[in-house]
């Protein structure tokens, strides 16, 4: 992968042209190894989790942003 890969509108591509972008075959996927070596670089594949909010404010019913 390079530097584009990281700024490029990837929900605008194509599959094919994603796949090509990324160097993987669709129907092979990566190799453990490979997946190895993407997720020391960029990290795992994971979503922050949510912030509760405070017993109390729900209680309370307050809205918080």
């Known amino acids: 992968m390079t530097a584009d890969t990281q700024t490029r509108c ?3 591509l194509r599959v094919t042209e994603t796949t090509e972008a990324l160097n993987v075959d669709p129907a092979r996927g990566l ?3 490979d ?5 020391r670089r960029y ?3 994971t979503l922050a989790e949510a ?3 405070p ?3 729900r209680f309370l019913g307050f809205r918080v942003p």
């Open 10 to 12: 990837w929900h605008c």
């Open 31 to 33: 190799s453990s190894a």
């Open 43 to 45: 990290g795992d594949n």
């Open 35 to 39: 997946a190895d070596r993407r997720r």
């Open 55 to 57: 017993l109390w404010l």
């Open 51 to 53: 912030k509760s909010r």
